[in-house]
């Protein structure tokens, strides 16, 4: 009885929305007959391809790159006491206040053509031409990176807060350096939360639109632009459900080997755990 509000919300908010899609993919978008034609041609389609490994790569770079710049914040923030703590825990989820929109306008008018830093870099004559760093893989990914980095940085914190610190000032005591604490007690112990974190870095990337939309340009494709563009300019609602399952897929495949693999890092610990004692 008391998971059956739960149950409901996700019959009718996912499960019959996902039942809808699937069925949907399976429709000729003419005739609304039952076709595999749809599938066949998101594989022999090059473009559809194209825009999946994009995808697929650019949620992986925008993945790494949030974990290892939130890890030293999240650090700091989970074992500091000063009073910069506070200040630096404001300004990690300051970008949080502002919409994506706004955030992605604001690196637009940075990495443009005309933005502040081919400016600067042309006025003190480092370039005589503008660098291309909008409308690319690059522009997209520091983009995505500004906007799911407090995410990956809470994360992180709530792992590495986990940790008891009388580990590390043990190790300490006993003569390890402060890099050998960090790759042997706390790097191995916080292995969920870099987990987490990418996991999570990878899906908002992965589903993101305004973001690759507005750095990447018309050029740029990925499956969520894709999706857009046949559900609003090709009214093509059978493919676009084609190409929202294989992103579906890409993001589940990834969280279960991602989960796969912290098991058996846990596993391989507690096997060396039980092997000391």
């Given at each position: 009885?008391?998971?059956?509000?739960s149950?409901?919300?996700l019959t009718?908010f996912?499960?019959?929305p996902?039942?809808?899609?699937?069925?949907?993919s399976?429709?000729?978008?003419r005739s609304l007959?039952?076709?595999?034609a749809?599938y066949?041609?998101?594989f022999?389609?090059?473009?559809s391809?194209?825009?999946?490994?994009?995808?697929?790569v650019m949620?992986?770079?925008?993945?790494?790159?949030?974990?290892?710049?939130?890890?030293?914040?999240a650090y700091?923030?989970?074992r500091?006491?000063?009073r910069?703590?506070?200040l630096?825990f404001?300004?990690?989820?300051?970008?949080e206040l502002?919409?994506?929109?706004?955030?992605?306008?604001?690196?637009?008018?940075?990495?443009e053509?005309?933005?502040f830093?081919n400016?600067v870099?042309i006025?003190?004559?480092?370039?005589?031409?503008?660098?291309?760093?909008?409308?690319?893989?690059?522009?997209?990914v520091v983009?995505?990176t500004?906007?799911?980095?407090?995410?990956?940085?809470?994360?992180?914190m709530?792992?590495i807060?986990?940790i008891?610190?009388?580990?590390?000032?043990?190790?300490?005591?006993?003569?390890?350096s402060?890099?050998s604490v960090?790759?042997?007690?706390?790097?191995?112990?916080s292995?969920?939360?870099?987990?987490?974190?990418?996991?999570?870095?990878?899906?908002?990337?992965?589903s993101?639109?305004?973001?690759?939309?507005?750095?990447?340009g018309?050029?740029?494709k990925?499956l969520?632009?894709?999706?857009?563009?046949?559900v609003l300019?090709?009214?093509?609602?059978?493919?676009?459900s084609?190409?929202?399952?294989?992103?579906?897929a890409?993001?589940l495949?990834v969280?279960l080997?991602?989960?796969g693999?912290?098991?058996?890092?846990?596993?391989?610990?507690?096997?060396?755990?039980?092997?000391g004692?």
């Amino acid at each position: 009885m008391l998971l059956a509000p739960s149950c409901l919300l996700l019959t009718v908010f996912f499960a019959l929305p996902m039942g809808v899609m699937i069925g949907m993919s399976f429709l000729d978008s003419r005739s609304l007959t039952p076709t595999f034609a749809n599938y066949e041609r998101f594989f022999v389609d090059g473009l559809s391809l194209v825009g999946f490994a994009r995808t697929a790569v650019m949620s992986a770079l925008v993945a790494v790159a949030v974990t290892l710049l939130g890890y030293p914040v999240a650090y700091f923030l989970a074992r500091s006491r000063s009073r910069w703590r506070t200040l630096v825990f404001a300004l990690a989820l300051t970008p949080e206040l502002a919409g994506v929109v706004l955030r992605t306008y604001g690196w637009l008018i940075i990495l443009e053509d005309r933005g502040f830093i081919n400016d600067v870099l042309i006025h003190v004559g480092l370039i005589t031409a503008p660098l291309p760093l909008s409308k690319s893989l690059f522009a997209v990914v520091v983009g995505l990176t500004h906007v799911v980095l407090p995410f990956g940085i809470l994360s992180l914190m709530t792992s590495i807060q986990g940790i008891d610190v009388n580990l590390e000032r043990a190790a300490q005591m006993l003569g390890a350096s402060r890099a050998s604490v960090m790759r042997h007690i706390v790097l191995p112990l916080s292995v969920p939360g870099i987990v987490s974190s990418l996991l999570i870095s990878f899906t908002m990337a992965a589903s993101a639109y305004a973001t690759p939309a507005l750095l990447g340009g018309a050029r740029f494709k990925v499956l969520a632009t894709m999706i857009s563009e046949q559900v609003l300019f090709y009214i093509d609602w059978p493919f676009a459900s084609v190409m929202a399952i294989a992103l579906l897929a890409m993001m589940l495949t990834v969280s279960l080997a991602g989960l796969g693999l912290e098991a058996r890092l846990k596993k391989r610990r507690s096997q060396r755990e039980g092997d000391g004692k």
